[in-house]
């Protein structure tokens, strides 16, 4: 009473009744058999395509820069990353950010626009290459709705009379240019930004465009998004910080 009983029986003794066979695990029993890497590849090159669709749509895009009118704060076929995010939370373009937009009226008109093979498409549709072909534009904000924007002579350019001073010019190029399109009073309406490009002797931003419906102005709606950094050259990465200029004291139009 009180001893404990152990089954003293061997281990490939079965039970009476049940055969070795019957006792003995089948090896392999409940355990699944892992796919060959090969056909897994598809499903993780498709969940690779969505993501990166996902990213290009919400989140960030990379852009070609197309032409010289933001040298030199960009070169000609630099790649820029394009901040998307923001816009979808109610932020605003600034003034003194770098954006990019839709060609808000025929501005690309007379500039052809090279058509991307196939294979561009696809990979720019999901992000994994610069956007090629599209009518997009890029430049600095100068004025936003209220701001009342002027150049006179050679400049400076002007905010709501506060002179900016401006080092990310063009090396050459004066704030202003003195021909007729660059000579200009505006204020912008609601809803629209004024908008210009760092190498101002050649770039055909809004001051060329003010014989058009909107003036010159840059609708909100059009733009796609901050550009933030410098992607590519690598040895020329650089984030794309709003100048210090744009934030001196009463630079904000007087309500």
Not at 5 to 27: K, M
Not at 60 to 75: D, E, K, V, Y
Not at 194 to 223: A, F, I, K
């Amino acid at each position: 009473m009180g001893d404990l009983v152990t089954d003293t029986r061997s281990d490939r003794e079965a039970p009476e009744g049940e055969s070795p066979q019957e006792a003995a695990p089948v090896a392999g029993r409940g355990q699944k058999r892992r796919r060959p890497f090969w056909m897994e590849l598809p499903l993780l090159v498709g969940v690779a395509l969505v993501l990166a669709f996902l990213i290009k749509t919400f989140l960030l895009q990379a852009f070609l820069i197309p032409s010289g009118s933001m040298q030199n704060t960009l070169q000609k076929d630099d790649r820029v990353l394009v901040d998307k995010l923001t816009p979808w939370f109610g932020s605003k373009a600034a003034r003194g950010e770098v954006v990019v937009f839709r060609d808000p009226g025929d501005w690309l008109e007379g500039h052809p626009v090279e058509k991307p093979n196939t294979a561009q498409k696809l990979l720019s549709s999901v992000g994994l290459m610069p956007a090629a072909g599209e009518k997009h534009l890029i430049k600095r904000v100068i004025g936003v709705a209220g701001d009342t924007v002027e150049c006179e002579g050679t400049g400076p350019l002007k905010v709501n009379a506060k002179p900016l001073t401006e080092p990310y010019v063009f090396a050459g190029n004066t704030a202003c240019s003195p021909d007729a399109g660059g000579q200009f009073k505006v204020t912008v309406p609601s809803g629209h930004i004024w908008v210009m490009g760092d190498h101002r002797q050649s770039s055909q931003d809004s001051r060329y465009h003010q014989s058009d419906p909107r003036g010159g102005m840059v609708p909100l709606t059009d733009v796609v998004g901050r550009a933030v950094v410098l992607a590519w050259p690598v040895d020329r990465w650089a984030t794309l910080p709003v100048p210090s200029t744009f934030e001196q004291p009463g630079l904000a139009p007087t309500p």
